[in-house]
């Protein structure tokens, strides 16, 4: 009688994650801007268009054309390993996601990112990861969302004020903004709105339009937060119902160094990034069982799909 109650637990909880799940990539669409002259952002649009179309390997090969010196080009990490986690392939998603989990790449990095980790980790019966990744997202996140709401409070703060000055006089990249990237509203200096106003003179539908952005940051990153929520309650039922020996053990990533090097003097605990390693990471996973012990509930994997 236990074990039906606890697997009817477990069908209502996987109905669910598969509901908040199966639209996930579709924010991957949402994103695309237009009228940009941007290369790198031109290649995530058309990237983003054959991945709608279902053209997985074009959208991927599209992706791959995003340069790392772009500010976009920790999303075109993510949003390949949502290509590959859409043809099911795990260990390509990790892979193409181990990069942005790096100090010095972290703070670039969306909060449906570390999410989309913890559901592969989650897939490929990585509990252990799971719990890291939630981890990693409240390090991450809770203080960005301490300095959105803070924005929001108050528009005419030394941080806005320097920031939108910065932005009328010159074009800002993620890269020069330093520390402040993680208290700002992501990719806010390539919106177009945000931009004309600052350059019009328009100061307060400035502030008003940057507040507006850092209230859909604060809304991305609540959503994502529930949908890690749903993972882990499932990762702890279903730990009680799969044998010690199935679960995932430590991931290996391999990769190769040559001379070339970039220094991150600021980051103690990253002093050395090699360039072939960014974004050139392989590893191979065990297969997760799809019915584990106990449970009359079918597939466990969001969807419906082993």
Known sequence: MKNKIFANILTITLV?????????????????SKGTNDKDLQNMNKARKLFEKNKITEAIETYNQVSKNSDFWTDSMEEKAWAHTKSQDYDKALAELKSIFNPVFLPFAGPETIMLASFIDYKICNYKGVFEKIKIYKE????????????VRNTKSE?????????????????????????LPRFFYAD???????????????QNRLAVLANRDLD??????K???????????????????QLQGDLKFDKKKSADIMIFP???????????????????????PTNPKSTNSGSTS???KS
């Open 227 to 245: 949908k890690m929520k749903v993972i882990e309650i499932e990762v702890i039922q279903r730990s009680f119902l799969i044998e010690p020996q």
């Open 16 to 32: 669910v994650l598969a509901i908040i799940l199966v639209a996930i990539p579709q924010s991957v669409l949402a994103k695309a």
């Open 266 to 288: 600021d980051e103690a605990d990253s002093s050395e990034v090699w360039l072939d390693e960014i974004g050139n990471y392989e590893v191979k996973t065990m297969k997760c």
């Open 220 to 225: 991305e990153i609540s959503k994502n937060l």
């Open 159 to 183: 941080l806005v004020k320097n920031t939108l000055a910065k932005l009328a006089k010159e074009n800002i990249t993620g890269s020069n903004l330093g520390t402040d990237i993680s208290k």
């Open 302 to 304: 969001p969807g419906g």
């Open 192 to 206: 177009k709105k945000l931009v004309d106003a600052v350059r019009s003179g328009k100061t307060q539908k400035a």
């Open 140 to 151: 991450t996140m809770l203080p960005r969302v301490e300095a959105l709401e803070a924005l």
